[in-house]
């Protein structure tokens, strides 16, 4: 059974910087693509950022140059590192993992909140 463990949310200051970490268990990070998503209140969980099984990243257009996503696999943990921050980048954020584009998410874990102050 897979899960997934977000961690590393938390209240800043516009401008500021954190980084996300998702643990996951019952699933290879290496062998899959991994993403980050983001869920504002009131909105749809949005893509945030994506890091297939060859290395090759896509970011959402709203956060690109200030979001990085990467992995370690001897930890299988992916990172989100975020700088920058601005208010509309609060929301839960939630990583994910699936084989390709041809496979379906796994089992959403309970995300991690980000709050930026403006």
């Known amino acids: 059974q897979v899960q997934l463990v977000e961690s590393g949310g938390g209240l800043v200051q516009a401008g500021g910087s954190l980084t996300l970490s998702c643990a996951g268990s019952?699933?290879?990070?290496?062998?899959?693509?991994v993403a980050w998503f983001r869920q504002a209140p009131g909105k749809q969980r949005e893509l945030v950022a994506q890091l297939t099984r060859g290395g090759l990243t896509n970011y959402a257009d709203s956060v690109k140059g200030r979001f990085t996503i990467s992995r370690d696999n001897a930890k299988n943990t992916v990172y989100l590192q975020m700088n920058s921050l601005k208010p509309e980048d609060t929301g839960v954020y939630y990583c994910?993992?699936?084989?390709?584009?041809?496979?379906?998410?796994?089992?959403w874990g309970q995300g991690t909140q980000v709050t930026v102050s403006s």
């Open positions: 019952g699933i290879i990070f290496s062998a899959n693509d």
């Open positions: 994910n993992a699936r084989r390709s584009a041809l496979f379906a998410y796994a089992a």
